[in-house]
């Protein structure tokens, strides 16, 4: 009987955590999976700061611990820790540079400020550069490169960003954070009682509809764009195709952003086969 191979703690602190990019990295060439959950590891190390933290300046502290530590692999000194030895070992392939995770470290201090982007355009260049970044690095990891690609790739990032945080709207709501646009709250007459309350009412569907309009158009544009991504590289822009399943779930319960069946608890399908998920793209 053959034993399933374990797990790295990446990979496995991946699959945990981040689902879709797990499943995702899946259609990367195997020789490339590994690098994948490790820059997902970090992501998700430095994405849970604010969760992790009771008060504003421990979660300062802990960024900038993660960057001191990319500081350091820059000068070939290295870190006991499970993520940030193969962290290192990726920097020191060139796929990615230290330069470029510091912008995903710098991005998140927007989760400390604990406020509601002002507008859809704050919201945005908080997607571009959490969100948006990840899918542009994991695209190099998997050996895509020139402006086209990297367009391409980071449409799709954008894309699935924006139903995320859409899908996180329970998850916020608890914390008592919000990440909707304050402006588009205020047009739809919603209060922020109403998504901290999880209230079913007629104006945050429509609220919620919009949204998802928004994102309808932006997976469409990004799948414009697909025929610049090599397929070496397809694994980084898939999560946009678990972002359109998301938006069907949402249809489906009358957008209603409280459903079950949309947030966060409920990960992509593990059904998902190859050529499904491919072509879907």
């Not at 940030?84 to 400020?113: C, G, H, K, N, W």
């Not at 790739?153 to 996180?168: D, E, F, H, S």
């Not at 997976?219 to 590289?233: D, N, Y």
Request: proline letters at 3%; hydrophobic letters at 40%; aromatic letters at 8%.
């Amino acid at each position: 009987m053959t034993e399933t191979p374990k797990l790295s703690h990446c990979a496995d602190y991946t699959r945990r955590h981040d689902r879709d990019r797990f499943l995702c990295a899946l259609f990367a060439a195997p020789e490339k999976r590994e690098d994948l959950f490790t820059l997902y590891a970090f992501n998700q190390e430095v994405s849970k700061t604010r969760e992790m933290v009771t008060e504003i300046m421990l979660g300062h502290i802990r960024l900038q611990w993660w960057r001191d530590t990319l500081s350091e692999i820059g000068e070939g000194k290295v870190r006991k820790h499970e993520v940030v030895e193969p962290l290192a070992e990726l920097v020191q392939s060139q796929a990615v540079s230290v330069r470029d995770l510091e912008t995903v470290v710098a991005a998140r201090e927007f989760d400390l400020e604990d406020r509601q982007p002002a507008d859809q355009e704050e919201l945005d260049r908080y997607i571009d550069q959490t969100s948006g970044q990840m899918a542009v690095l994991s695209g190099r990891v998997l050996g895509a490169s020139g402006d086209d690609a990297e367009h391409a790739i980071r449409l799709a990032g954008n894309a699935y960003g924006l139903v995320g945080i859409m899908r996180a709207m329970v998850f916020h709501g608890r914390a008592k954070r919000l990440y909707l646009p304050k402006d588009r709250m205020e047009n739809h007459n919603v209060g922020q009682s109403d998504i901290f309350e999880f209230r079913k009412k007629e104006e945050v569907r429509n609220l919620t509809k919009e949204l998802a309009e928004l994102a309808r158009k932006r997976i469409a544009e990004a799948r414009k764009h697909r025929g610049a991504v090599p397929k070496s590289a397809r694994a980084a822009a898939l999560p946009l195709v678990l972002a359109d399943g998301y938006l069907r779930k949402l249809a489906k319960a009358e957008f209603d952003p409280f459903s079950a069946e949309f947030g966060l608890a409920r990960p992509a399908s593990v059904r998902l086969t190859l050529n499904g998920l491919l072509k879907s793209y």
